[in-house]
């Protein structure tokens, strides 16, 4: 049993990599809220608008290429560290740039953290959590997540309510200076993780580390920690293209795919538009986004309480077909273009299965597949699939959209269904494994 203290302090620590979390959701769907206004400030074609939106998403890709690197050379809290300050200087800039070039620059830095976060924030709680619980706390990482994606929508609705006419949309990214900074001031003091610790050779830290944390025996801890990594091939620049991480490989890529093949984030970035599409104003787009975000939220609580009980796949499965019956919907209605009030609800839905599923198994899957020496590369793999997939589709969205509003939804309806029948023959189960017995369950020793 861990002592209260050791508790609090892993409590804190998760919350505190988890903070990246909150700051990727606030990040990614305050855009939402400020679409129409960057169009009318700047002048821009629907294309434009989609690279206002997708320049981030950009950022995201090399932000997560390179975090891995980054994270194997400080360790997830010190390159964590950048990311925060890279968080700040977006926030600030983006409320203050002069014209769209430089607002185009600011968000890219934003992504540039985005991407960083996404693939060492899981990666630091995984490394911290015990077995049992390692699902649970690296959820809250999708947990911050939503909980940005709520502030977001829900502080548009409230600036908005003040009607500040030409400084609104400025007001609307200001207020992401405020989690930015605070983000930064909780890793000042976070702990380092014990297994990049031990792969630095840091013993004595590391059982320092493993002490505070609650470790019966951190001595032993450490111990099997070390031989894990002997194991896996050594030094912490083991490398992650070889034949015998061949089916892991696939795992990342395939999971960071269908994430954004499922259509959420484009979705979440252009959710205003597409009410406005379907005629409503922007008033009541904006509290129908609170109340998305808000099902978002519940729904991804509910997964993250189950998925060490349920598991990963199954997870995955269920939600796989629910957003495939939501999208199908959404492509319904915009197809006949009746029925409109049919929107919220099938939105919402789509938002509990996603949430449920996908949205709590995606960062703790790729968490914990991968063996310690390439954990953060195996993480920066499937979550740079994940942003590249994100950015063409944000990208095209408006375009396509445009056209014909039913066929997005449509085609991301079939890639559900894709997904389901991939999971069901391909996908191992990891619930109840410790992180060294991961790679023996998963047939690789």
Known sequence: MLTHQAKVLLLKSAITGALGGLLFGFDTAVIAGVTHSLQVQYALTEGQKGFTVAIALYGTVIGAIFSGL????????GALRIMGVLYVVSAIGCAFAANWEMFLVFRFLGGLGIGGSSVLGPVYIAELSPAKWRGRMVGLFQINIVIGILLAYLSNAIVAHFALGAIEWRVQLGVGILPAAFFLIMLLTAPQSSRWLVSQNRIDEAVLTLANFG?????AEVDAITESLKAEGGGAQHGLFQRRYSFLIF???????????SGINAILYYLNDIFASAGFSSVSSNVQAVVIGLANLVATLLGISIIDKVGRKKLLLFGAVGCGLCL???????????????????LVGFIV????????????????????????KGQSLGSSTHWIANGIIANAFPYIAVHSRALPFAFFALMMAVQFFTVLFLYPETKGQTLEGMQAHLGLH
Do not use: C, M
């Open 70 to 77: 980054l994270g194997q050379k400080l360790g997830s809290r």
């Open 328 to 346: 199908s919907g959404v492509a319904w209605v915009f197809h006949v273009n009746q029925h409109l009030t049919l929107l919220l609800p099938l």
């Open 251 to 261: 795992l990342a890529i395939s999971i960071g795919l269908f994430n954004q093949l």
């Open 353 to 376: 299965f996603f949430a449920i599923s996908q949205g709590s198994v995606i960062w703790v899957y790729l968490s914990e597949v991968f063996p310690t020496n390439v954990r953060s």
């Open 215 to 219: 470790s019966p025996d951190s001595r």
